[in-house]
């Protein structure tokens, strides 16, 4: 019986932190079909017709699987450096080491800091196509970068 109470609750915590995180999502500032906010660095690379992948990380303290994060994209930008740039924010936020470019970006896209890294997938018209909260799979990155591109795979 303890072992099914515990299951029980397991599955509640679980069930409970995607419900939550869906729930941040509707009220982010930022929409998948909406035109995404740009700070002069993301303009930059808007104007080159690049496809921006915007990871915003959690302070080093918190942030969850936020190094399996960095090593997949890492891996992930050679393939696709004609078409897409990636871009890390954050990941700093102890006592005066956060730049002013975070500040924006966080406020910008309605970032809080909560354990979990947000990408933001941004198309070449500017159009935000995907929101990802925490890790996703090589397989997930690519089929968002490959459906933007128009790339079978």
Known sequence: MPNLLLAALLILFLTGNAFAAQEMLKTSKVKVGEKAPLTEMLKKTNEEKKIIVLVILSNPMQCNH?????????KEAEP?????????AGGQDMIGSIDQETLELKRLYGFVTMGDAWTFIVDRQGILKKIYMGLYTREELEAALNEIIGRKE
């Not at 936020?66 to 890492?74: A, K, Q, R």
């Not at 696709?80 to 890390?88: H, S, V």
């Open 80 to 88: 696709y450096k004609n078409d897409a740039a990636f871009i890390t």
């Open 66 to 74: 936020c190094d399996e994060l960095m090593s997949l994209l890492e």
